[in-house]
């Protein structure tokens, strides 16, 4: 008679992503608080990805930060630290 190998799992804990990692669309959606399918309309709207296969997609969460930044936030018009004035 065969014996079955007893197969032990560990618990899995998950671990804190370098800077540069690579994220899934779920992932980076409950990064940037946002639907996974306003993700969609961003990655129509130019949001840097990668596609692997049909339907999946990828993120660098460094590029996408980066592009939030630059798409999203919030311009000043004029001196951002204005010089005194001078009175004679």
Not at 46 to 62: A, E, L, N
Not at 78 to 88: D, I, K, L, Y
């Amino acid at each position: 008679m065969k014996r079955k190998k007893k197969i032990v799992r560990l618990p899995v804990t998950p671990q804190p992503r370098p800077a540069g990692s690579v994220l899934t669309k779920k992932e980076i959606a409950d990064h940037l608080r946002f639907t996974p399918r306003y993700i969609d309309q961003l990655i129509a709207q130019g949001m840097p990805h990668m596609k692997i296969g049909k339907r999946r997609c990828r993120f660098f969460k460094d590029e996408v930060d980066q592009w939030m930044r630059d798409r999203f936030a919030t311009r000043r018009i004029g001196r951002v630290n204005p010089q005194p004035t001078e009175a004679a």
